[in-house]
């Protein structure tokens, strides 16, 4: 698997191009039934990969914090939103809260998570490839391919399963 993952980054930009004029013919014209398929093609791949013997996505990058995850998330350890804040997150460029360092405080030596349950709402939903309207997180999907394993898979065969005019 770390095989695969050290690898990813560089097949991801292999094929940036690719599925970027993918993406641009899908956004202009998407099949009628297109998150039937996508919510397939997830389930597909999900029953292959098994995320806690990767967890590059919690290594290698944070996810954006919103109100009601600090709330939820603080309410877990007691903590006021505040301290939870002070402690753990910070403000990046784009006014988001977002961990202070990488990778994630609550990633464990065995890829488990220490606050699973009450996770922030962009890790409950990483790779994002069962979304709705899939087709309008584009730009998404294309920095997530060279994060996660499963995401490059899914983008692949969505290349060979949809078809684009």
């Known amino acids: 698997m770390q095989e695969e993952i050290d690898g990813l980054p560089q097949r991801a930009k292999d094929r940036h191009k690719e599925h970027k004029k993918f993406f641009s013919k899908l956004k202009k014209k998407p099949p009628r039934h297109l998150d039937r398929e996508m919510q397939e093609m997830h389930e597909e791949e999900f029953e292959r990969t098994d995320c ?10 944070g996810p954006l914090f919103t109100n009601k995850d600090i709330e939820r998330i603080s309410k877990h350890f007691r903590l006021k939103p505040q301290q939870f804040i002070e402690q753990y997150l910070r403000i990046d460029e784009d006014n988001d ?16 998570c220490s606050i699973y349950e009450v996770r922030p709402k962009a890790c409950a939903e990483f790779p994002h490839t069962n979304r ?13 391919v060279a994060i996660c394993p499963a995401a490059f898979n899914i983008v692949e065969e969505m290349r060979r399963r949809v078809p684009v005019k």
């Open 52 to 61: 806690l013997k990767c967890a590059n996505c919690c290594k290698t990058t």
């Open 97 to 112: 809260y977002v961990l202070q360092e990488v990778p994630c405080t609550f990633l464990g030596a065995d890829n488990y």
């Open 132 to 144: 709705k309207d899939f087709h309008k997180i584009s730009n998404l999907t294309l920095k997530n």
